[in-house]
């Protein structure tokens, strides 16, 4: 049979290990989120088991059948949203998760805020609900997130970004932490590194602009690139199969 969780888990710590030694950087400062979209709850139990504290998942519907008995039983785990987000779907999304990486617009954003007020209405004290900001910085046309083909290159296209962003860091029940962005496949992990290298630099520009915000953390790097997007700055990579094996149809 195949290995189990807990070894391939060991194997990606190691590597994620090797990539921060290779780039002189801290491996503590690289949280790696077990992606477990499509595997059931025993998977998620087991990966629980070995020791992962941070868990992402895609979809809103299917968190919402996964999550809730490891919300209780597990209070001191992580859960990120790494998969687009409906605005329909933003009310129960802050109820299952602690991290959403895919904010892509200016209305989803004022939609999630608007949840959150009403939700702490009463209370002394809101919730700030900490995001990333994705960002499609290669121009593949199926990615989402706000586009900015070329990154800081294209300097209309930051522009143009620019009110949107404004907005969001002011919005009081949102905590910009940084930004997300999905690499386009490629034949060699490194041909990414120019993604992951244009979304440490909007970032980099960001937090020059809009200093009131983070900006810390950087999403980025999966199964087939993360020791790329680790040599780049990555402070979160999101790795599903290196850890689960291929992909259950779950829900
Ligand atoms: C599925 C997914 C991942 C994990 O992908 P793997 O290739 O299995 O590591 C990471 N990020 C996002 C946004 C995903 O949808």
Redesign the pocket.
Known sequence: MSQTIASRLDQVIERIARAAARANRDPAAITL?A?T?THPPEVIAEAIAAGIRDL?E?RVQEAALKIPPFKAAYPEVRWHL??HLQRNKARPAIELFDVI??VDSLRLAETLNRHLQERAAGQAQARRMPILLQVNVSGESSKEGFDLPGGLANRAGLEALLPDIERIVALPCLEVRGL?T?APIVADPDQARPVFRALREVRDELSRRFPRAAWAELSMG???D?EAAIAEGATIV???????GE?WKYG
């Open positions: 989120v992606v979209k992402g895609n790494i998969g990486h895919s997300m999905i999966m199964t087939d993360f999101r790795v599903g199969r290196a850890i689960f992909r």
